[in-house]
C-alpha cells in the first residue's frame, strides 16, 4: 500500500491557524471524548438492558443528546478509533481489522491544536506504535497503551520507557489520570482536548471486586461483564462530578461513546451481528449544557465519522485541502434543526485472510448503504470461494455472510427480518449505484491519492 510522504501544505496550515489560536483559545468549549470497548447500544440502563447499573450514563442521556441510531466505523476496535480520529471511513487507509492509522492522515488533536487546544489522550490506543503513536499523531500528553484488558494493566508515559500502572478498576484509574490533566488546564484556564479510551467492557472480561459485587445475584460470567460497565459508568460519574467541581461542566462537552458495538451474547443489538457486522450499532450520548439546554433522543443514523467534522464546525475550522470527509456535522442535531441524514453512510467490509493490499474492492468487500430508513447490504461475490480459512463455512459458503442483496427498514425493522429487496427492486438500484461510486472514492484513497504532492 502506498506511503506517500505527509505533504509541505499541512506546516503551512499549522503555520497560519496558529496566528490567530491565542485570540480565540478562551471561548472555545472543553472537549472530553470517552471511548469504551465493545460497548453495545443495549448495554446501559437507558437502553434498556436487563441488568446493567448505568446511572451516570443515565444521566447523561437524560440531560443531553442520545443517539439511538449510532454505527461504529468498523467491527473491531482499531477501525472506529480511526473513524472518530479522522472523519473518514477506515478502509481509505487500509484500516480492516486490527492495525495502525497512516502517519500521513489528519487527525482531529492535530486540526484542535491550530486554534489553542492543549491534546492529550489516556488509555488504550490501539491505531499503532512507534510513528503513530499518540504524541506522533497530535497528543501534547500520553499515558496509554496500544492495546489492554486486564485488571493492572500499564500505560506508557508518552514515548518514554516509563510506565504507570493502574490500581483497581482500570476505567476508573485511566480516568483518573486524566482529571489530573484536566484539573491543570483548568487552572491554565486554557481549552482542552482530553480523549481518554477504556479497555472496558472488552473480552476477558475481569471486573474489580467492588463492581462485581453489584450484580452477586448473577452468574460468574456476568458479573464480570456488567462489573466492567458499572466501572466505566463510574468513571463517567467521576469526571462530570470533577467538571462541576472545577465549575467548568456548562462549556465542557462530554461525547461518550465505544469503538465498536457488543461481540458477546451478553451485549447484543436486535440486529445481530449476522446482519452486517459493522451494523450492530453503538452506545453515543453528548452532554454539553451551554449549546444543549434540552435532552434530546435522536433517531438519525450517525457514526464514528461524523465526530471529527462535528468538533471542527463547532471551532469554525476549515482545514484547505482536507482528504474527502466521510462524517458529518452534526451541530444542527443539537437544537433539533437536523431531523433526517442528507448524506449516506458506506461501509466496506472484508473478513478475509491474508494481505489486504491484494482485495479486489469490487469482488471482495461486502458493502452496506444506509440513506435514510434504508440500509442495503450487498455481499461479496469471491470471498466463499478464494477465502477458505476467512470464517467458519456451512453448505460451502461463510457462515453469517450475507449470500443476497438485501434491504432494511432499519426503523421499522430494527431486527432485520424482513429483507424488502424484491418489493423495492428501483431503491436497491440507486443505493447500489451510489454505493458503487463511492466504493471507488475509498479505492482512490486507499491507493494513496489523498495524500499526492500537488
Not at 68 to 80: K, L
Not at 355 to 371: A, H, P
Request: charged letters at 20%.
Amino acid at each position: 500500500m502506498p506511503m506517500p510522504d505527509r505533504p509541505i501544505y499541512l506546516a503551512v496550515f499549522l503555520l497560519v491557524s496558529a496566528c490567530s489560536a491565542l485570540a480565540y483559545a478562551t471561548d472555545r468549549p472543553n472537549i472530553v471524548i470517552v471511548m469504551a470497548d465493545d460497548m453495545g447500544w443495549r448495554d446501559t440502563n437507558y437502553a434498556g438492558s436487563p441488568h446493567a447499573k448505568t446511572p451516570h450514563l443515565d444521566a447523561m442521556a437524560a440531560a443531553g443528546l442520545r443517539f439511538d441510531y449510532f454505527y461504529p466505523g468498523g467491527q473491531m476496535c482499531s477501525p472506529g478509533r480511526f473513524a472518530a480520529m479522522t472523519g473518514r471511513t477506515p478502509i481509505r487507509t487500509g484500516l480492516h481489522h486490527l492495525g495502525a492509522i497512516r502517519p500521513q492522515e489528519f487527525t482531529l488533536p492535530q486540526a484542535l491544536k491550530t486554534v489553542g487546544y492543549k491534546t492529550a489522550q489516556f488509555g488504550k490506543w490501539h491505531l499503532g506504535g512507534n510513528e503513530t503513536s499518540p504524541a506522533k499523531m497530535g497528543f501534547d500528553e500520553a499515558t496509554w497503551a496500544i492495546n489492554y484488558f486486564d485488571l493492572g494493566a500499564k500505560l506508557q508515559i508518552g514515548d518514554t520507557k516509563e510506565f504507570v500502572a493502574l490500581d483497581g478498576d482500570t476505567s476508573v484509574a485511566t480516568m483518573d489520570l486524566a482529571l489530573k490533566y484536566i484539573r491543570k488546564q483548568a487552572a491554565e484556564q486554557v481549552p482542552f482536548f482530553t480523549y481518554v479510551c477504556f479497555g472496558s467492557p472488552h473480552r476477558p472480561h475481569q471486573a474489580s471486586e467492588e463492581f462485581k459485587a453489584i450484580y452477586k445475584d448473577l452468574p460468574a460470567k456476568q458479573q464480570d461483564f456488567y462489573g466492567e460497565i458499572s466501572g466505566l459508568d463510574a468513571a463517567v460519574g467521576n469526571l462530570r462530578a470533577e467538571l462541576h467541581k472545577l465549575k467548568i461542566a456548562d462549556n465542557t462537552l462530554v461525547w461518550f461513546t465505544s469503538d465498536n458495538g457488543g461481540i458477546t451474547p451478553l451485549s447484543q443489538d436486535p440486529a445481530g451481528k449476522g446482519k452486517m457486522n459493522v451494523g450492530v450499532r453503538t452506545v453515543s450520548v453528548l452532554e454539553w449544557p451551554a449549546k444543549i439546554k434540552q435532552p434530546r433522543i435522536t433517531e438519525v443514523p450517525c457514526a464514528h465519522m461524523d465526530i471529527y467534522p462535528t468538533l471542527l464546525a463547532i471551532n469554525d475550522i476549515e482545514r484547505p485541502n482536507q482528504p474527502v470527509l466521510d462524517g458529518l456535522n452534526l451541530v444542527p442535531l443539537f437544537d433539533g434543526k437536523m431531523t433526517a441524514r442528507d448524506k449516506p453512510l458506506g461501509f466496506l467490509l472484508w473478513n478475509g485472510s491474508g494481505k489486504f493490499d491484494n482485495v479486489d474492492f469490487e469482488t471482495e468487500l461486502q458493502g452496506v448503504w444506509i440513506d435514510g430508513k434504508y440500509k442495503l447490504i450487498v455481499p461479496p461475490s469471491k470471498v466463499a470461494e478464494t477465502e477458505p480459512k476467512a470464517g467458519r463455512k456451512k453448505n460451502g459458503k461463510r457462515a453469517n455472510q450475507p449470500q443476497e442483496v438485501q434491504l432494511f427498514d432499519i426503523f421499522a425493522d430494527p431486527a432485520h427480518k424482513t429483507n424488502l429487496a424484491d418489493q423495492h427492486p428501483e431503491i436497491v438500484t440507486s443505493m447500489r449505484a451510489a454505493l458503487v461510486a463511492w466504493q471507488k472514492s475509498v479505492r482512490s484513497s486507499f491507493d494513496g491519492n489523498d495524500f499526492s504532492k500537488k
